[in-house]
């Protein structure tokens, strides 16, 4: 018997993408599981650190490379909140991850609108896990946002 579930990881993603929220970024959250246990844990900083390309993907990618001392993550599973951008899609394939499971769909800037086979040819996706929750969450931003 599984510990840990899927929703369970995603949640602990979700967790992150509140932090971002409330750090006034695009709440997206991520984690990197191996073994069942959480290797990194990131969300987006790109306002606090001025940087493009930091997103919740890549920060949770050198982590975890950081702490497995090894720049492919085979073995591993992310879990994100939205569907990565081809950006991380790419990170995603040179990490040569196991398995990525989104929650949201992202239909204007997610990997699978401009090249749905983006990612690693061995890496299994998943989607859908805890979709509306973090759905809202971004949906959220925006109207507080605009406001």
Partial sequence: MELYTHEYFMN????????????????VG????????IIARAYNQTEKLNDVTAHAEMLAITAAANGLGAKYLIDCRMYVTLEPCPMCAGALFWSQIGEVYFGASDPKRGFRTSNPNMLHPKTKVFSGILAGQAEQ???????KLRE
């Avoid at 991520?30 to 246990?37: E, T």
């Avoid at 969450?137 to 109207?143: A, E, N, Q, R, T």
Wanted: hydrophobic share 50%; no cysteine; aromatic share 10%.
């Fill in 12 to 27: 602990e993603a979700l967790r992150q993408a509140k932090i971002a929220f409330e750090e006034g970024e695009i709440p």
């Fill in 30 to 37: 991520a984690v990197i599981v191996s073994k069942n246990k």
């Fill in 137 to 143: 969450l971004v949906l959220d931003f925006f109207k």
